[in-house]
């Protein structure tokens, strides 16, 4: 059971904007940086964001990260066909000792 | 550009011990830390441990008392046990390198491609 929640499912149509919301506690958003990984079908997990907003290099500025509190969102503009697949976040739980994932978000493009 | 490849058997049978590799190309094991991680089919992801380059090492909780991760730096090499094994260990298993900055976060930048392990009679 993980201590990170998400929706379940997000849908826009192409070229729209979404967001997908990360959920915490004090114990780990509250205190740590929040990564988000998208994880397109049948393939492994591919890191998206990084320190909260931060993009590696190659991933385009139509993902952005941002984090209040003990809550974090993801969002994806100008929504593509090639953007469907579940989306995780990810961090440091100082409660646990142990790197917490979220539910999961699958993103379906209308 | 590194990459990872985890290796090993696909299928193990209960009770027994799951053994996998992940061998890490195109840069050094040195100098950084090596997570496992786990995705039971149709389902999400779960940290099972890390170890750096040095061999220190962190486990989830609800898998420490059956989990066992090394390294061999010699083979750019790290390496994953797991204990007394059920069907509900059934999973794809990946292994990342895992930064973790001073003043920064945690995150797994890397990943190998997965190798699904069946737990069966």
């Known amino acids: 059971q993980s201590v990170l929640t998400q929706p379940p499912s997000v849908s826009a149509a192409p070229g729209q904007k979404v967001t997908i919301s990360c959920s915490g506690s004090?114990?780990?958003?509250?205190?740590?940086?929040v990564s988000w990984y998208q994880q397109l079908p049948g393939t492994a997990p591919k890191l998206l964001i990084y320190?909260?907003?931060k993009r590696p290099s190659g991933i385009p500025d139509r993902f952005s990260g941002s984090k209040s509190g003990t809550s974090a969102t993801l969002g994806i503009t100008g929504l593509q066909t090639g953007d469907e697949a579940d989306y995780y976040c990810g961090t440091w739980d100082n409660s646990l000792s142990a790197y917490v994932f979220g539910t999961g978000t699958k993103v379906t493009v209308l | 550009q590194v990459q990872l490849q985890e290796s090993g058997p696909g299928l193990v049978k209960p009770s027994e011990t799951l053994s996998l590799t992940c061998t890490v190309s195109g840069g050094s094991i040195s100098s950084y830390y090596w997570s496992w991680i786990r995705q039971p089919p149709g389902k999400g992801l779960e940290w099972i441990g890390y170890?750096?380059?040095?061999?220190?090492?962190s486990y989830n909780p609800s898998l420490k008392s059956r989990v066992t991760i090394s390294v061999d730096t010699s083979k750019n090499q790290f390496s994953l046990k797991l204990r007394s094994v059920t069907a509900a260990d059934t999973a794809v298993f990946y292994c990342?390198?895992?930064?973790?900055?001073?003043?920064?976060?945690?995150?797994?930048?890397?990943w190998g491609q997965g190798a699904l392990v069946t737990v069966s009679s």
């Open positions: 004090s114990s780990n958003l509250g205190n740590n940086y």
């Open positions: 990342a390198r895992d930064r973790r900055v001073v003043g920064g976060g945690y995150y797994f930048d890397y």
């Open positions: 320190d909260n907003n």
């Open positions: 170890i750096y380059y040095s061999g220190s090492t």
